[in-house]
């Protein structure tokens, strides 16, 4: 075990499965007390449970990333219940359904906007004002290789809201280093989260549809996602700003 983040009070928001859930547990194991939020309560027990049984101190806030008043919430509620907020991974996010550009439902557009992109827009900004109030801190974003790195056909919404996100991300990190608060992304491609799998897929059915288009041959492992995170919130990438890591196996390369 290592103790990068010892003392450190982690926000995981969207920690209830995936991605979030395996970044939270690695925090976890790494010496931070973690707040894994969310929507859906259930999920979020579960990471607290996986995370008390491995010998951690985790903790859950319900709340809804589009919605600003629960937002605001959800940071005023890391800090009491902790006493700060150093780190903040950014991981909400939604697919939506696939679908020509003639073709997208407006809501669907709409749900996916709010979430990816405006959902994390709102989380910074509050995480951002706790922090540079705080002596700085660090926030980790997922974006994906889908948007800035690479389009695919019906996935508009969804790259659209990606790419946005990295902007997004680039620019904060560029209004916000000089108050001592440090700002990056991670952009997977295919990893092993039910995200990437089609209704009714099998892990194996899924492996065998998405290996032959990856050169590295395989799909990617959430520990590799979580192990980046942790990398760019951790000390060592101190002088790492404003970077956009891609995790998909050389697909966009």
């Not at 194991?29 to 027990?45: H, I």
């Not at 579960?46 to 319900?62: K, M, P, Y």
Request: proline fraction near 3%; glycine fraction near 12%; charged fraction near 20%.
């Amino acid at each position: 075990m290592t103790a990068r983040f010892t003392d450190r009070t982690v926000l995981v928001v969207g920690g209830g499965s995936g991605i979030g859930r395996a970044t939270a547990r690695a925090f976890a194991r790494e010496g931070a007390t973690v707040v894994v939020a969310g929507t859906t309560e259930a999920t979020l027990s579960e990471t607290v449970a996986l995370i008390t049984e491995d010998g951690g101190r985790a903790d859950l806030v319900r709340a809804d990333v589009t919605c600003e008043e629960e937002v605001e919430r959800m940071v005023a509620t890391v800090v009491e219940r902790h006493g700060g907020l150093d780190v903040a991974h950014n991981n909400a996010g939604v697919f939506g359904q696939a679908a020509p550009v003639a073709d997208l439902d407006p809501d669907t557009w709409r749900r996916v906007m709010d979430v990816n992109v405006t959902g994390v827009f709102l989380a910074m900004r509050r995480e951002i004002t706790h922090m540079r109030a705080h002596g700085g801190g660090v926030i980790v974003n997922t974006s994906s290789n889908i948007g800035a790195h690479q389009r695919l056909a019906g996935l508009a919404a969804y790259g659209a809201s990606k790419a946005a996100l990295s902007h997004l991300t680039r620019t904060a990190a560029l209004d916000h280093i000089g108050d001592g608060v440090r700002i990056n992304a991670v952009s997977p491609g295919p990893v092993d989260a039910p995200m990437s799998l089609l209704p009714g897929e099998s892990a194996e059915q899924r492996q065998a549809r998405i290996a032959p288009s990856v050169p590295a041959g395989r799909i990617g492992g959430l520990d590799e996602v979580s192990s980046a995170v942790l990398w760019l919130a951790s000390d060592e990438a101190g002088f790492t700003v404003g970077h956009d890591l891609v995790l998909d196996g050389g697909i966009t390369a």
